[in-house]
């Protein structure tokens, strides 16, 4: 599988997800403090990565900044991008299974490369989920912004 990875620093748990991966036989294309000539922010690193994804060149990327969370608004920014702010085995397998994920982003402070293999085995174990209501979720968030009407109110009674 081709797999972006950004990340807006070049810390030790930024490399070790890229030889993870590598290691896993995934072909990785860096962005930001991995790649010479990149702008490092995590706004444009981040960016840069989803639209790999976005634009069908790579399935799924990893994208890291110190907490993950400005990684993670970046990414998802770019249409066709669901990205998820992953700190445990659960929450990432939750995130490919119920929210067809298709972009990690990883915190730089709080991954151990323990735990970074354990968020790698449940995402890439993990399968999205074919039921009605996952699948309809998954199409309305895709949805979400792409309509010139406004918002759309519903009324709960």
Known sequence: MRIAVSSDM???????????LRRR????????ALRAGDRKDWAW??????RE?????TEQAVV?????????????KVAGVRAALCGDAYTARGARKWND??????SLRLTSGAVL??????WFDAVPGGEADVRANIEHVDSIGVHDGGLVEERVR
Do not use: K, Q, Y
């Open 10 to 20: 070049d810390e030790p748990v930024a490399r070790l997800v890229v030889d993870e």
């Open 25 to 32: 036989g995934h072909t990785v294309l860096a962005f930001g």
């Open 45 to 50: 690193s981040s960016e840069a990565a989803a």
């Open 53 to 57: 994804v976005a634009a069908g060149r």
């Open 64 to 76: 890291c900044c110190w907490t993950g969370t400005g990684a993670s608004i970046a990414a998802n």
């Open 101 to 106: 994920a298709n972009v990690l982003a990883l």
């Open 117 to 122: 293999s354990e968020i790698l085995d449940a």
